[in-house]
């Protein structure tokens, strides 16, 4: 049996909208890095899809694994403001046949005007007999449920035309999707993730997952559900474990918080 473990995780890296956004300087990036890190380490996965990441990070990201980790990384900031990157990790275990990036803009359907998130990165990858596409992405943070579904529906009609063979069987989508309700402002953005599961499984729904009791610290940290493993049905077989990291640390002030305003989930697969 091959073992697949893979980490998704929004990570909030350095740029200047943090502290903006939430007016507390022990949110700053250089206060929360380390247990940043220290979360993607204990996860011992063999990939890691990392979100709002920054270029800068990147070769801490490569020094804390030795720097083995084949990097995916989006070429360059996809939006000036925030300067954030979307990043495919995968371990030297795992064989990497072929890479790439994209704008789901780029299938012609999806809103105008406000895409300025919605890119990914991607990997055909081989665990044991099987082909897999992995993507790794950040959609589109609107509160414009109905923007959402058109979102969904674009990046459907981009995952056929640009991977027909494996739409249906091989792939993997994971990432910051901004779907479902955001905790505190009672707001239902679905309409992404419930045209996604028109076409795909919701691994959190799949294993039956339950909101975490602390899945609002602080203000501060937002819904897992925010975040999101879709997979291709014909791979239902093979999923064996969905999980929703406790990432939490003590801070100066003895109060609780995430290093991040995501919480990191997992997802294993098995293949013979």
């Not at 989508?173 to 499984?201: H, Q, W």
Request: net charge positive; glycine share 8%; with cysteine.
């Amino acid at each position: 049996m091959h073992s697949l473990k893979l980490l998704s995780y929004n990570v909030l890296a350095d740029h200047k909208g943090v502290i903006e956004r939430y007016k507390d300087p022990l949110v700053a990036w250089k206060y929360r890095k380390e247990k940043v890190f220290s979360v993607i380490k204990k996860a011992k996965a063999d990939v890691f899809g990392l979100q709002e990441f920054t270029a800068d990070n990147l070769g801490q990201f490569s020094r804390a694994f030795g720097g083995d980790y084949n990097i995916i990384a989006y070429p360059e900031s996809h939006e000036p403001y925030w300067g954030i990157i979307n990043v495919l990790a995968v371990s030297p275990r795992i064989t990497v046949e072929e890479q790439g990036w994209g704008k789901i803009e780029d299938n012609g359907t999806a809103m105008k005007g406000n895409n300025l998130w919605s890119t990914y990165v991607w990997a055909r990858v081989v665990v044991g007999e099987k082909r897999l596409i992995l993507i790794c992405t950040h959609l589109d943070p609107t509160m414009d449920q109905k923007h959402k579904k058109k979102e969904g529906a674009a990046l459907m009609g981009l995952l056929k035309k640009q991977f027909p063979e494996q739409y249906k069987d091989g792939i993997i989508l994971f990432g910051d999707m901004n779907t479902d309700i955001l905790p505190g402002r009672n707001v239902d953005v679905a309409g992404c993730g419930k045209e996604l599961s028109k076409y795909f499984i919701d691994a959190a729904g799949h294993f039956g997952n339950k909101q975490p009791t602390h899945a609002n610290w602080l203000g501060w940290a937002q819904s897992p559900q925010i975040d999101h493993f879709f997979v291709s049905p014909g791979l239902k077989p093979f999923l064996k474990n969905y999980s929703v990291m406790n990432s939490t640390y003590k801070r100066k002030d003895g109060k609780e918080q995430s290093p991040s305003d995501h919480f990191p989930i997992q997802l294993e697969l098995g293949f013979p």
